[in-house]
C-alpha cells in the first residue's frame, strides 16, 4: 500500500512562513526522487522543487528560488517544504510527488495540502 501524506499547510499572512511534510510508506523512500508540485485555480499544475534520492542536489522554480528549500530524511521517509517570504501568488495545493526515473518509470502522489496566503 503505496501512501503519501502531506501536512502542513493552512493559512498565512504576505510575508509569513509554512512548512510542509510529506510522509511516505509502501515503497522504498530512499530510492525516489521527490519534489513537490501546486495547482492554484485555472492554471498549470508548477513543479515547485525537487530533490535527489540521496538529498545531494536540489532545483527550485524560479517563482520561489531563494524563498523555499526542499530537504528529505530516509530515515524518517519524509521530505519537507520550508516556505518563507510567502506571497498571495504562493496560494494554491501543494502536491507530493514521488518519482523513480529507471524503466518502468513510477510515479506516486498524495492528495494535496491547501496553502492560502492572504491578508
Known amino acids: 500500500q503505496v501512501q503519501l501524506v502531506e501536512s502542513g499547510g493552512g493559512l498565512v499572512q504576505p510575508g509569513g512562513s509554512l512548512r510542509l511534510s510529506c510522509a511516505a510508506s509502501?515503497?522504498?523512500?530512499?530510492?525516489?526522487?521527490m519534489r513537490w508540485y501546486r495547482q492554484a485555480p485555472r492554471k498549470e499544475r508548477e513543479l515547485v522543487a525537487a530533490i535527489t534520492s540521496a538529498g545531494g542536489m536540489t532545483n527550485y522554480a524560479d517563482s520561489v528560488k531563494g524563498r523555499f528549500t526542499i530537504s528529505r530524511d530516509n530515515a524518517k521517509n519524509t521530505v519537507y517544504l520550508q516556505m518563507n517570504s510567502l506571497k498571495p501568488e504562493d496560494t494554491a495545493v501543494y502536491l507530493c510527488?514521488?518519482?523513480?526515473?529507471?524503466?518502468?518509470?513510477?510515479?506516486?502522489w498524495g492528495q494535496g495540502t491547501q496553502v492560502t496566503v492572504s491578508s
Open positions: 509502501g515503497f522504498t523512500f530512499s530510492r525516489y526522487a
Open positions: 510527488n514521488a518519482n523513480f526515473p529507471y524503466q518502468p518509470t513510477t510515479d506516486y
